[in-house]
C-alpha cells in the first residue's frame, strides 16, 4: 500500500503540488509507528485488485488552539503560551482536522473525495467530535466546491492568508 500511495504521488504533479511534501517526507509519514495528535490515514481503495483510489490524513482532538499571529489566524493542536509573535484567542473543543486529501488523477470526479470526507465525519461523530475543519487553497475551485458539497462553509475569520481558506462543518 506504501509503495502504491508513493507511486501516486510521484506520478501526479497536481498532487505534488497540494500535498507540498516530498516522496521522502510521505514515507517517512507512512513508515512511522508512533502516533501525533491521534493522526491518522485513510485510504480508498478496491476491494478485488487492492487500486488505491485516493487517501485522506487526518487527526481528531479533543482541543486545538487558535492563535492570533502578525501574518494572520491559526489554528494548532499543541498549546503555546502568548507572546510577542502570538495570542491564544480562542480554544476550540472536539473538532476533526482534514489535513491533506489526494485523489488519483484516473478517478477523480468519481466521488472519492466525498466517499473519504462522509467516513471522516462518521468515525469522528463516534469519537465524540462536534466540528471538521480543512483548508483549502483559494485558487484550487475544484477543492472548494467539493467541500461545499460536503456541507463545509468557508470562515473568513479563520482563513489565516489570502493564499489558504479554512472551512468548518458541525456534525452534532
Avoid at 73 to 85: A, G, L, S, W
Avoid at 109 to 133: D, P, T, V
Wanted: hydrophobic share 30%; proline share 1%.
Amino acid at each position: 500500500m506504501k509503495e502504491q500511495i508513493c507511486s501516486m504521488f510521484r506520478d501526479d504533479e497536481e498532487i505534488q503540488k497540494r500535498i507540498c511534501k516530498t516522496e521522502a517526507e510521505i514515507r517517512t509519514i507512512l513508515s512511522q509507528q508512533n502516533v501525533q495528535f491521534n493522526r491518522q490515514m485513510f485510504v480508498c481503495r478496491s476491494q478485488e485488485t487492492s487500486k488505491i483510489y485516493g487517501f485522506m490524513e487526518c487527526q481528531q482532538g479533543d482541543t486545538f488552539y487558535c492563535y492570533k499571529y502578525p501574518e494572520g489566524v491559526r489554528i494548532i493542536q499543541k498549546y503555546c503560551p502568548d507572546n510577542e509573535k502570538s495570542k491564544l484567542i480562542e480554544t476550540i473543543q472536539s473538532m476533526g482536522y482534514i489535513e491533506k486529501i489526494a485523489v488519483h488523477k484516473d478517478y477523480r470526479r468519481h466521488g472519492i473525495s466525498q466517499a473519504l470526507l462522509n467516513y471522516f465525519e462518521e468515525k469522528s461523530k463516534l469519537n465524540g467530535m462536534h466540528r471538521l475543519m480543512i483548508h483549502a487553497e483559494t485558487n484550487n475551485q475544484k477543492a472548494i466546491n467539493a467541500y461545499t458539497k460536503a456541507g463545509f462553509v468557508i470562515a473568513e475569520a479563520y482563513s489565516h492568508n489570502k493564499e489558504i481558506l479554512t472551512m468548518f462543518k458541525s456534525i452534532d
